[in-house]
């Protein structure tokens, strides 16, 4: 089965640097997926890592390394906009977009 | 349309009732997810649809849930008897079949009172 955790809250200050992490547990490894969920909206989607290493996006990067079963989201140039919640998840047996999520990290930016 | 289309967006129903969710995916996305999102929890799987293959019903919670696609677009979700446990906010997510990343509309929040 799979397993995901992550921490539930965060508090960073504008303009500065954050990095919100997920460890995992799964019984067979098809990637890691970033999404950004604000209060009361859809969920939108940010990265999808399968291979270890950072991926860049804008201000937004994710890492993934398999072998320790543990990936980060790094937010850059940190803005108000930006509080939200971050879900870290894995696909389900059947992958593509079947997954199953991490209950979120809550981030609060602060001026 | 542009986005996911999810209706109604709100949904009051006593304990007891059928209700019928309806989700209208992005033009052209074959691949179609139903999940739901319960306070303080994670987004919980609940059904996927890849066009015109049976549908992948593993995460359906009782027999209470079942889910349709007509014509490999729209797709209605329903939830027989409703239980207070039921509460939540149901949203449905559609993608082109293999590439990561869906697109979620903006959920149907139910109550069941």
Not at chain 2, 36 to 58: C, H, M, T, V
């Amino acid at each position: 089965g799979q397993n995901i955790d992550q921490p539930t809250e965060m508090t960073a200050t504008e303009g500065a640097i954050v990095q919100i992490n997920c460890t995992y547990q799964t019984s067979g490894f098809n990637g890691l997926f970033w999404y950004q969920q604000h209060a009361g909206e859809a969920p939108t989607f940010l990265s999808y890592n399968v291979l270890d290493g950072l991926e860049e996006k804008g201000r937004f990067s994710s890492f993934l390394s398999r072998s320790k079963g543990y990936s980060y989201l790094l937010l850059k140039e940190l803005q108000m906009k930006d509080s939200a919640s971050y879900l870290c998840a894995v696909p389900l047996t059947g992958g593509g977009n079947k997954l199953t999520f991490g209950t979120g990290t809550q981030l609060k930016v602060e001026l | 349309g542009a986005g996911v289309s999810q209706s109604p967006s709100n949904k009051v129903t006593e304990k007891g009732k059928d209700v019928e969710l309806r989700c209208d995916p992005i033009s052209g996305h074959t691949a179609l997810y139903w999940y739901r999102q319960s306070l303080g929890q994670g987004l919980e799987f609940l059904i996927y649809f890849q066009g015109n293959s049976a549908p992948d019903k593993s995460g359906l919670p009782s027999d209470r849930f079942s889910a349709e696609r007509t014509g490999g677009s729209v797709s209605t979700l329903t939830i027989q008897r409703t239980q207070q446990e039921d509460s939540a906010v149901y949203l449905c997510a559609s993608s082109f079949p293999g590439a990561p990343g869906a697109f979620f509309g903006q959920g149907t929040r139910l109550t069941v009172v």
